[in-house]
């Protein structure tokens, strides 16, 4: 199945720029056209004015506008899947639905970066990373998330939802993981599924450290949720994966099968440096990642804690108290 095959069934892809390297290129929106002329958008991309002058530039090849767009679908909640949506909501009025664990992270009502960043800040001091890193950490995220603007009356979206289309009938899925509330979307009788960030062809979706609302700890495992979700994703029969990041691809078994076994060796890593002692979460995550910037921090200490936890989940690894912080050892 061609684009050309995918126009043909009113769906169409708009890939628009995005200021994060380690997200794999261009975000992708998708335009899915229904029966009486209006459009639905699966994401509506990033906020800055090159990524809307992209947007607009898509829009005026397929021949539309943004004002036809009566839905915006959102993905999950991260800001080069949402951060456009309000610019999109403006031309038309079109509703916002996403799934209720990330919809604090998109309405207006939810919480900022701010208000989190102190729990932040006391976790990852925990985990034994210096001041100085978790100050930079700290602004990079400020930065990062204070780049979308948050919109009024987002609908909450549940798995099993259906999403109609002119030639396409697709099903919202609820993966956990990369995100607690990220939702795809699965066209079962012509095998499509668009994934957003869920299954990337190349690059390995960041299972991002999330505490809870009150700041607890183990709120969220996420390489442990994104393991079971991944199972869900492998036992379908697909045609075709048009994901968040990149061009379409196949072989979705065997993208998840390779991601399976690169978990596997980043924990054999770790399983492998801590036979030498108990290490901090942060000299472990120097063990995985010894070029990574403090601007990068919160990427790395994220994969380096979710490897963490699928090791603890096996008992190949205990974390314990020491001081006021924790270390992790080998069992």
Known sequence: MTEADLAALGVHRIAVPIPFVAAGGPVNLYVIEAADGSLTLFDA???????????????????RRLAEVTRIVVSHGHVDHFGAARFVQEQGG????????????IDAAGPRFADHAPAFDAHFARLGVPEAVRQALLRNG??????????????????????????????VRHWPGHTPGLVALHEPR????????????????NPLIE?????????????????????????????????????????HRAVIDGLT???????????????????TGWQLCQELFPAAG???????????VANLEALEARGEVAREARGAGWAYRGR
């Open 261 to 279: 076994a690169f978990y596997l060796k980043r924990q054999a890593r770790l399983a492998a440096a801590l036979r030498a002692g108990p290490r």
């Open 142 to 171: 400020e930065r990062s998330y204070g780049s979308a603007s948050r919109l009024d009356g987002v609908r909450p979206l549940a798995d099993g939802d259906v999403v109609e289309g002119r030639h396409v009938r697709f099903t």
């Open 294 to 304: 403090p601007a990068d921090a919160f990427l790395t200490m994220s994969e380096t």
């Open 45 to 63: 991309g990033f906020g800055s004015e090159e990524a809307r002058a992209a947007l607009l530039a898509g829009f005026a090849r397929l021949g």
């Open 94 to 105: 079109a509703e916002v639905l996403a799934h209720p664990a990330d919809l604090p992270k």
């Open 211 to 251: 505490l809870g609302p009150d700041g607890q700890d183990g709120f969220f495992r996420p390489l442990l949720a994104y393991q079971a979700s991944l199972a869900q994703t492998r036992a379908l029969d697909l045609e075709l994966v048009l994901p968040g990041h990149g061009p379409p691809f196949r072989g």
């Open 190 to 205: 012509l095998g499509l599924l668009l994934p957003a960030d869920h299954l990337l062809e190349r690059i390995s979706p």
